[in-house]
């Protein structure tokens, strides 16, 4: 699998932005799906995750009621749509997938995660 994130770009505080990431291979829907974002001289952090077949969400405490996650298995795209943010949200943000059979726990690790994205950039101005 392979996987593009896009959408990112520069918003004052208070605006929106909808990532996009695109994925190869016919088994996409199938996967679970992840975005984990990092900021400067921080780890990678867990954001949002989707699962399959009932797409059931998480998120992380940070972005509850801000940011929501979505997929279109017949365009193989997940999406991030992110709404009030905030200068804390700059980042690096990676889409990942993960393959086989994983447990609910395993959603917010970036360990779990089999494929990734190249990342996209996001910068919210103050």
């Known amino acids: 699998v392979q996987l593009q994130a896009s959408g990112g770009g520069l918003v004052q505080a208070g605006g929106s932005l909808r990532l996009s990431c695109a994925a190869s291979?016919?088994?996409?829907?199938?996967?679970?799906m992840g975005w984990f974002r990092q900021a400067p001289g921080k780890e990678r952090e867990f954001v949002a995750a989707i699962t399959w077949p009932s797409g059931s969400t998480r998120y992380a405490d940070s972005v509850k009621g801000r940011f929501t996650i979505s997929r279109d298995n017949a365009k193989n795209t997940v999406y991030l749509q992110m709404n009030s943010l905030k200068p804390e949200d700059t980042g690096v943000y990676y889409c990942?997938?993960?393959?086989?059979?994983?447990?609910?726990?395993?959603?917010?690790?970036?360990?779990?995660?089999?494929?990734w994205g190249q990342g996209t950039q996001v910068t919210v101005s103050s």
């Open positions: 990942a997938a993960q393959s086989g059979n994983p447990i609910m726990s395993s959603l917010y690790l970036a360990n779990k995660y089999d494929y």
């Open positions: 291979g016919r088994t996409f829907s199938t996967y679970f």
